[in-house]
């Protein structure tokens, strides 16, 4: 692999934070772990995208199967705090935002267009939740034509069954899975 | 649910075939219950979508992860008699094929805008195989705002808990699984 680039996936307030509306849980204890690599690319100077989901108030863009609970407990909503990228990861001014209301951070966004405009050839996959958004980003990825890595440890999921049987759905479609300790080797070369 | 259209998913020669070279265990035991489906769709005169994996015989609009495979075993090349769909599931001339060279029915096809033209707010998904081509479209489907209703007995995946573990999370994003049999009262309304 020549050219890396890092996608954070939803690491934000209101899925993050212990009493936020839609907590994942798992989701903070993985925070060290996305920090850590995040700390890798940035020294190694290679791409980083934060990829986070926003919402209108009014719901308009939320996803059909998820309209009666979005009533009940908006979230995410553009220019709340909920919004937010979490502190411990917060975005430096070269680092991309990518604004997302489905779960790939493919679908409708310009992330192609950035990565193949920076030449990157491999995504390494961090962030929640694994079967949603971190899968389907996955399979995006590879379809575009991307090599994909996804460090295990930094991604989570409501369900430690679910999140073991999509690791090995995407091992399968050949994304090579890695502990954060492995990333700084993958991407120093 | 109103405008109901079936989507049948790469059943063709090459996947389904024993001693094809990508045949697929399992494929062959479903096609008795697509086709039953089928029927049904046809008797009710909703639409029909024959969704088909299509390359070009060099190979290079095959996934990156494939390309090995493809090399030793070129499949469902543009012409062959393996990229056909297999004779049970022949279309008419009033369905539609929907070429794809990925695994999602959607990316870079006109599905979308044909069920749209079409009103359908409903998709029924059938064929092969479940954690890849089967999910990414029914992931796709509901991104796109369609409701999805996955036909269990006629879907196949080369391996049962693989088969299962995907049945449990796209029923998660709201998927209704039902048995062909449970068809019929469905679309009939």
């Known amino acids: 692999m020549n050219k890396p680039a890092l996608l954070i996936i939803d690491m934000q307030n209101d ?17 060290a772990n996305v920090r850590a690599v995040l700390e890798m690319f940035r020294h190694y100077d290679h791409p980083v995208f934060h990829v986070v989901r ?3 108030s009014d719901g308009s863009d939320v996803e059909i199967f998820r309209h009666e609970i979005f009533k009940k407990v908006p979230f995410t909503v553009e220019g709340t705090s909920g919004s937010g990228i979490i ?10 935002i990518i604004r997302k209301n489905r779960m790939s951070a493919f679908m ?22 694994t079967p949603n958004c971190i899968r389907t980003t996955v399979f995006d990825a590879a379809a575009f034509g991307y090599h994909t890595v996804l460090v295990e440890d930094a991604v989570a999921a409501r369900d430690a069954s679910v999140h073991q049987a999509n690791l090995h759905d995407m091992a399968n ?14 991407i120093s070369s």
Chains 1, 2 share one sequence.
């Not at 934070?17 to 993985?30: L, S, T």
Request: hydrophobic content about 40%; proline content about 5%.
């Open 15 to 31: 899925f993050v934070r212990e009493g936020a509306p839609m907590q994942m849980p798992g989701a903070e204890q993985i925070i």
């Open 54 to 56: 926003i919402h209108r």
């Open 87 to 96: 502190d411990e990861l917060m975005p430096t001014e070269r680092e991309y």
């Open 108 to 129: 409708n966004t310009d992330l192609d267009l950035l990565l193949r405009s920076l030449g990157i050839d491999t995504v390494f996959v961090t962030g929640i939740q």
């Open 173 to 186: 479609i050949g994304t090579v899975i890695v502990q954060k300790d492995a990333v700084c080797d993958l």
